[in-house]
């Protein structure tokens, strides 16, 4: 069964680092734009991050000179590295892939079940 399947979360201190891993598993065609959003306890799912299959990258501005996003395009799996993170980064971050199942089959949206990023004081 096509998933994404993420992994990394926990908890962190302001200023520290913690890094995220999705991997799409399963059968597919291709994949083309992978990325993370997040979603804080009452605000609405944003855009952290993603990256396309040429390696351009887009960032949320809350994030930009943070965070960075890279992929294994091989292992198709998307990295997030979050730096200096900081109160606002809690949340819930879920993975997002653009797949295509196969050759009868349209690209579209998956997302990762979620994981729960905490930033102490």
């Known amino acids: 069964q096509l998933q994404l399947v993420e992994s990394g979360g926990g908890l962190v201190q302001i200023g520290g680092s913690l890094r995220l891993s999705c991997a799409a598993s399963g059968r597919f065609f291709s994949i083309t734009t992978m990325g993370w959003y997040r979603q804080a306890p009452g605000k609405q799912l944003e855009l952290v991050a993603d990256i396309d299959n040429y390696g351009r990258t887009n960032y949320g501005d809350s994030v930009k000179g943070r965070f960075a996003i890279s992929r294994d395009s091989v292992k198709n799996t998307v990295f997030l590295q979050m730096n200096s993170v900081n109160s606002e980064d809690t949340a819930v971050y879920y993975c997002?892939?653009?797949?295509?199942?196969?050759?009868?089959?349209?690209?579209?949206?998956?997302w990762g079940q979620g994981t729960q990023v905490t930033i102490s004081a």
């Open positions: 997002n892939a653009d797949i295509r199942p196969n050759l009868s089959v349209r690209t579209a949206q998956y």
